[in-house]
């Protein structure tokens, strides 16, 4: 079968993908591991879209692919293991979680809320001709829908995404690797390992010269108490609030807002849920700012994007007993 949306990697269609890229649309590319679905990880609402198409019911923080360490270099800060394990494995199969720097241009969605970034040097030379061209990070989960499995060539994509959904799946042949890349986070005197991948913890061991300490079911967060390390507001979240109370903060969705006076900001005006996602984690951050006790959220659908976003007001909604240990 012929699919229209699948293109070989030539000049003319590296140009192609990359101008989609630049208009905030998804491009699917192959890496060593498996084929990414891309956005422009500065665009938020780029981002968004990621999550709205692969029908993921959750906001999990994504992974970063910039063409080299130089360029990781504007995005993250370095320590020096990271740097030493990024020289070693770098391009190739292996990811690092580093903290976001100051006025980070990556969309805060890529990283749902946390102050930390996923981010990885492709081996791929469709990948790594791709970044070249739009001279810019991309944001890339596996290219599946939520809960199928991770395609390895650019006929698994297309079977899984319209060409409305994804206008461009770039062919590079079957993956190499076939397999996520591994995720590894130092900490301290011990390097975490987050996703287990080929490249192996005696490997990691040798060049980092610290411990690795495989943390389970850091891909698939289950228990609340596994979110621990995800942004949490300092204010208390009300949530599906019809209009804000004196004292509070309110956070809202949609043209009808009440005017009650407050300190508020709007996920988005228009009502699209697009835009309400990549807007999220920042306003959140903006009114907690302001030190208000509680944030008063309007209502958001429960439908496409809206789960998701739900699904992450109701985590930082809900009660925090780590923080009433301390
Ligand atoms: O091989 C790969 O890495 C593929 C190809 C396309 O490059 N990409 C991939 O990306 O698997 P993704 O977005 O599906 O991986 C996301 C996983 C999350 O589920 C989480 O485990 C971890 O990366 N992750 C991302 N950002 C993180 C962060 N700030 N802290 C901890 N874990 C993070
Ligand atoms: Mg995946």
């Known amino acids: 079968m012929e699919y229209r949306n699948i293109f070989n990697a030539s000049s003319v269609n590296y140009t192609l993908a990359a101008k989609y890229l630049r208009q905030g649309k998804l491009v699917s590319f192959p890496t060593e591991t498996v084929y990414g679905l891309g956005a422009d990880a500065c665009n938020g609402q780029a981002v968004a879209a990621i999550f709205a198409t692969k029908e993921r019911p959750q906001f999990n923080p994504l992974i970063v692919h910039v ?20 020289e070693k494995f770098w391009p190739g199969p292996f990811t690092l979680v580093l903290p976001r720097k100051e006025n980070c241009r990556l969309s805060p969605l890529v990283s749902a809320g946390l102050e930390t970034v996923a981010i990885r040097v492709p081996r791929h030379p469709v990948a790594q001709v791709l970044l070249a061209v739009f001279e810019g990070p991309i944001a890339a ?15 698994h994509v297309a079977r899984e995404f319209t060409s409305e959904e994804v206008p461009l799946i770039l062919d590079g042949g079957p993956c190499e690797e076939g397999l996520e890349s591994t995720i590894v986070q130092v ?8 996703r287990p991948g080929t490249i192996t913890p005696r490997e990691i061991e040798l060049v980092s010269g610290l411990a690795v300490r495989h943390v389970e079911n850091a891909d698939n967060p289950v228990a609340p108490g596994q979110l621990r390390s995800h942004y949490a507001p300092n204010a208390r979240l009300r949530l599906n609030a019809a209009h804000a109370e004196p004292g509070e903060a309110l956070l809202a969705f949609g043209r009808a807002v009440p005017d009650d006076g407050v300190v508020m900001r709007n996920l988005s005006p228009d009502g699209s849920l697009t835009e309400a996602a990549a807007n999220l984690f920042s306003l959140l951050r903006e009114l907690d700012d302001t030190g208000v006790a509680t944030i008063a959220v309007m209502p958001i659908p429960r439908q496409g994007l809206g789960l998701a976003i739900n699904d992450r007001l109701q985590r930082a909604a809900a009660p925090r007993p780590e923080s009433d240990e301390k």
């Open 187 to 194: 900490s301290g005197q011990e390097v975490l390992l987050l």
């Open 67 to 86: 063409p080299d360490l130089e360029t990781a270099d504007n995005y993250v800060n370095f320590d020096e293991t990271s740097r030493r394990l990024a």
């Open 141 to 155: 989960p596996s290219a599946n829908k939520s809960g199928r499995i991770s395609p390895t060539t650019a006929e």
